[in-house]
């Protein structure tokens, strides 16, 4: 009998997997069965991660801002893996910590390209062969910054509600199709993304959270798993929350 939420032969895509949230749950999937690509601008890291990975996993370059960079990888993976069965658009920014009076447009748009507009690129360019094989899942991590807004992160957490609503319409359009679409909206988590952040944005998101703590990478790579799986048919166009308790709604 196969164990639940098993992803034997199937093709995953995990953006920014070379390091923190995106390696664990890459790893977490080729555990499971998948070929996992390891999608990142830091090839060589990311390189590094899928020589460590079974079932033939390999890292491919991706510019997740650049629309062309993310429909080559789309390409690529197709060309050598004959499917994409899981899109993980993980990679993200943080962006600047400083009040909105002192963001400057470069700073906005950081943060629009490659939270926001890098998931809409991927998902395009996908969608076409997930469509035409009548089988997907795609999980978009977003965050409950997306949904609570923290300040001095506007336009983190600006483009992460974005994202979830972006997911929330996705899920939508392809619910008849055999393709899931769902989000995963992580508190504030253990990783090297947390040195972008001052030690007091740290504490105001820790302090709000009701099992006052970070969350684990693994805890986040859990959740994606589920909804990466088979086994989530009839869960789309939804948002997870993994906050220990922070969200309200």
């Not at 949904?147 to 994202?163: D, F, I, Q, R």
């Not at 609503?165 to 090297?192: D, H, M």
């Not at 709000?208 to 693994?218: A, Y």
Request: charged letters at 20%; aromatic letters at 6%; one cysteine or more.
């Amino acid at each position: 009998m196969a164990s639940y939420f098993d992803l034997t032969g199937q093709t995953a895509i995990v953006t920014g997997a070379a390091a923190g949230i995106g390696e664990v749950i890459a790893r977490r999937l080729a555990n499971s069965g998948a070929t996992v690509v390891i999608a990142d601008l830091n090839v060589t890291a990311g390189s590094e991660v899928a020589a460590s990975l079974p079932n033939h996993s390999f890292a491919l370059s991706l510019d997740v801002a650049s629309s062309e960079s993310c429909e080559k990888l789309i390409a690529d993976t197709i060309a050598r893996t004959g499917r994409v069965d899981i899109l993980v658009n993980n990679a993200g920014v943080a962006g600047k910590a400083a009040p909105i009076w002192e963001q400057t447009n470069d700073d906005w748009a950081l943060c629009v390209s490659v939270n926001l507009n890098g998931p809409f690129y991927l998902c395009r360019a996908v969608l076409p062969h997930m469509r035409e094989r009548k089988y997907g899942r795609i999980v978009n991590i977003a965050s409950i910054a997306g949904k609570e807004g923290n300040p001095n992160m506007s336009a983190y957490s600006a483009t992460k509600a974005g994202l979830i609503g972006f997911t929330k319409s996705l899920g939508k359009e392809v619910a008849q199709e055999g393709i899931c679409a769902n989000c995963v909206t992580p508190a504030v988590v253990r990783t090297k993304m947390l040195e972008q952040l001052t030690p007091a944005q740290v504490d105001y998101m820790t302090q709000r959270i009701p099992m006052r703590r970070t969350g684990e990478p693994e805890e986040i790579a859990a959740v994606v798993h589920f909804l990466a799986s088979p086994d989530a048919s009839f869960v789309t166009a939804q948002t997870y929350d993994a906050s220990g308790g922070r969200a309200t709604y």
